[in-house]
T-cell receptor, first 113, second 116 residues
Framework: QQQVKQSPQSLIVQKGGISIINCAYE??????FPWYQQFPGKGPALLIA?????SEKKEGRFTISFNKSAKQFSLHIMDSQPGDSATYFC????????????FGKGTMLLVSP | NAGVMQNPRHLVRRRGQEARLRCSPM?????VYWYRQLPEEGLKFMVY????????ESGMPKERFSAEFPKEGPSILRIQQVVRGDSAAYFC??????????????FGEGSRLTVL
């Protein structure tokens, strides 16, 4: 059973455009939602994270929007740049007890020049 | 300040051989996690360890796979009698505190296992 569903699988955006990646989760006990960025041949790196007590978090060109009732959250990359081309993973976990991150399957983003 | 170090970066094994993957966490980190990445499958949790203890191994196959994080030295993920389906990238991550508790996971660059 996949607990975090991510879409789209791949995405092509023109330079300067907005990239939008969506995730949905099933477990209502999840209360920590990070996004990781992975470049080819490298390990994933934390990009931005949100908790369900806020509906939006912005860091530079990256914004997470969170909809608790719909159990969905999304990553928006404003003014997308070729250097943003990477694979993006959403994840979720619980902050009580021992809990590990459950990742989505990833979205391969290509920003064309 | 070195990050999470994994070695080997690439490993080729024939079916039936053993694979040993090593992970040295970031300095001061005592929590280690192993994830497996298959093409188009994302990152699958395998095991979570603290020094000398396995905390959660719910994602690890019951047979042929084992993990340890001794008091001294790196964490080791061991795969016995490898099969072609074990071919994947194996990522190690470390954290200061449990990942769920606002702790950020720091990933290594992965070990890519190819089974011939």
């Amino acid at each position: 059973q996949q607990q975090v569903k991510q879409s789209p699988q791949s995405l092509i955006v023109q330079k300067g455009g907005i990239s939008i990646i969506n995730c949905a989760y099933e477990n209502t006990a999840f209360d920590y939602f990070p996004w990781y960025q992975q470049f080819p041949g490298k390990g994933p790196a934390l990009l931005i994270a949100i908790r369900p007590d806020v509906s939006e978090k912005k860091e530079g060109r990256f914004t997470i929007s969170f909809n608790k009732s719909a159990k969905q959250f999304s990553l928006h990359i404003m003014d997308s740049q070729p250097g943003d081309s990477a694979t993006y993973f959403c994840a979720a976990s619980m902050t009580s007890g021992y809990s590990t991150l459950t990742f989505g399957k990833g979205t391969m983003l290509l920003v064309s020049p | 300040n070195a990050g999470v170090m994994q070695n080997p970066r690439h490993l080729v094994r024939r079916r039936g051989q053993e694979a040993r993957l090593r992970c040295s966490p970031m300095k001061g980190h005592s929590h280690v996690y192993w994830y497996r990445q298959l093409p188009e499958e994302g990152l699958k949790f395998m095991v979570y360890l603290q020094k000398e203890n396995i905390i959660d191994e719910s994602g690890m196959p019951k047979e042929r796979f084992s993990a340890e994080f001794p008091k001294e030295g790196p964490s080791i993920l061991r795969i016995q009698q490898v099969v072609r389906g074990d071919s994947a990238a194996y990522f190690c991550a470390s954290s200061l505190i449990e990942s769920a508790n606002t702790g950020e996971l720091f990933f290594g660059e992965g070990s890519r296992l190819t089974v011939l």
